[in-house]
């Protein structure tokens, strides 16, 4: 959506007239100019060479390998005791838009209780993953579906994330909350309480026939395309009384101040620094220094966007690596 300018927040920055891509990411500082001594911002005022941030909004343009940034654009990444933050830089790299927008799906669309039960689809993607190690945070449970495989699915589908089933839309489509006996038995009990729909279309409909009654219904993105039709039945919304929300990143961090937006991040690379929170797995794209190099890395990238564009079953989130050395670090979230 990026390459193809169809993302909804435009980069801010050019290169020969050109816009910079990339919303995500992650650097470590060089140098901090004179009139890097901003006050008015949580999380700027510490900032120091050494330091790893990470672009405080959209629109940042990180598919570089250097730039010169406002410091009010950035977030710096906490201290541990012994020095910089050693969080991976990979996983630094998603704070923003990926384990955000999934802590507020499972936070803010509706209040779970130890026991209830979530169904979501896209289950192998990178949000879906976090989405899933939230919830269990909470004490309750997760139904991930995934597409059709030509081989049987189950629970240890590796890029499914850490959830209690794991169910393949063709099971779904067949047998609905009997495709799986602990699904069923949570259905009986009424404690399917919420789906989290990244895909519309007939997927939607598909985990809306899950719920139970009073459950709620989100959906956050349009993987099967934008010209999708959901059709809603007089069950679901008269009979079951399931209420219907999207989801939108952007009004959901405006009902927090920018710091807290800043504790989240913390909480995040501290969750992930020790263990409690694990990174998706994604696929690193180094970018080349010399000019031999260019040739093979525009190959790759042709063969992720068509791989993306195919919505090829394994794909998987790629970043930019453009290490230099041990100090200069940046990883693009693509």
């Known amino acids: 959506m990026a390459i193809a300018g169809r993302y909804p927040v435009k980069p801010a920055h050019l290169h020969l007239g050109k816009p910079i891509p990339g919303n ?58 012994s020095g910089p933050s050693s969080i991976d830089p990979v996983a630094a790299s998603m704070l923003r838009t990926v384990f955000l927008p999934a802590y507020l ?4 669309t509706r209040s779970l209780r130890p026991g209830d039960w979530v169904v979501q689809n896209a289950g192998a993607s990178t949000i879906a993953q976090l ?65 989290l ?41 008269f009979w079951n009384e399931i209420k219907f929300r999207n989801f939108r990143l ?22 992930i620094a020790s263990g409690e929170l694990r990174a998706p797995a994604v696929d690193k794209i180094p970018v080349p220094l010399d000019a031999p190099s260019v040739d093979g890395f525009q190959q790759k990238v042709r063969e992720v966007l068509t791989a993306a564009a195919r919505k090829e079953i394994g794909y998987r989130k790629s970043v930019f690596d453009f290490v230099e050395s041990s100090e200069t670090q940046l990883c693009a979230d693509n």
């Open 24 to 81: 995500d990411g992650v650097a470590r500082v060089e140098a901090i100019g004179p009139a890097g001594t901003n006050k008015s911002s949580p999380g700027t005022t510490a900032i120091q060479p050494g330091d790893l941030v990470i672009p405080r909004r959209h629109g940042l343009g990180t598919w570089r390998r250097k730039a010169v940034l406002p410091i009010d654009g950035l977030t710096r990444l906490p201290l541990n005791k």
């Open 105 to 108: 799906l499972a936070e803010d």
């Open 131 to 195: 989405v899933a190690q939230f919830i269990r945070r909470k004490g309750a449970h997760v139904v991930s579906v995934v597409r059709d495989r030509p081989d049987p699915v189950d629970q240890t589908l590796p890029d499914a994330g850490p959830v209690d089933v794991v169910l393949t839309e063709g099971q779904v489509a067949a047998f609905g909350v009997g495709a799986h006996p602990a699904l069923e038995a949570a259905a009986t009990q009424g404690r399917v309480v919420l789906a």
């Open 197 to 237: 729909d990244a895909v519309f279309g007939e997927s939607g409909e598909r985990l809306a026939g899950l719920l139970s009654k009073g459950a709620t219904f989100v959906n956050y993105g349009s993987l099967g395309g934008a010209d999708g039709v959901l059709r809603l039945s007089q069950k679901l919304i």
């Open 250 to 271: 952007t009004e959901q961090l405006g009902k927090r101040s920018e710091r807290e937006q800043v504790t989240l991040l913390s909480w995040f690379a501290g969750l």
